[in-house]
């Protein structure tokens, strides 16, 4: 399945962004898709999961309350609202696809398809 993320951007901290994660391919219904975010000389971190059918979402603690996931399977298509935004989100956010277990979807090795990464800076 290939990904495409979008919707990043340029915003002031206390503000907020959606980021889309478009995917194409037939089999994206059965995939548990996620969210990681990466800045640089840092490891990519777990950000949001949605497993294929809604029914569980998992978030960061720190994120937690601030960042929302959500997907549209008719639109094969994965969201990350992002509210109060604050400058240490900024990142390059990818999302990523794949067969997960339950126990593994905080695990970046777990996902074997990525998108290219979208742009978010936060200024304070």
């Known amino acids: 399945v290939q990904l495409q993320a979008s919707g990043g951007g340029f915003v002031q901290a206390g503000g907020s962004l959606r980021l889309s994660c478009a995917t194409s391919?037939?089999?994206?219904?059965?995939?548990?898709v996620a969210w990681f975010r990466q800045t640089p000389g840092r490891e990519r971190e777990f950000v949001a999961g949605?497993?294929?059918?809604?029914?569980?979402?998992s978030y960061a603690d720190l994120l937690k309350g601030r960042f929302t996931i959500s997907r549209d399977n008719a639109k094969s298509t994965v969201y990350l609202q992002m509210d109060n935004l604050k400058p240490e989100d900024t990142a390059v956010y990818y999302c990523?696809?794949?067969?997960?277990?339950?126990?593994?979807?905080?695990?970046?090795?777990?996902?074997?398809?990525w998108g290219q990464g979208t742009l978010v800076t936060v200024s304070s």
């Open positions: 949605i497993v294929w059918n809604s029914r569980v979402t």
């Open positions: 990523a696809a794949g067969t997960v277990i339950l126990s593994s979807r905080r695990n970046r090795d777990a996902y074997k398809n």
């Open positions: 391919g037939s089999t994206f219904r059965g995939y548990t």
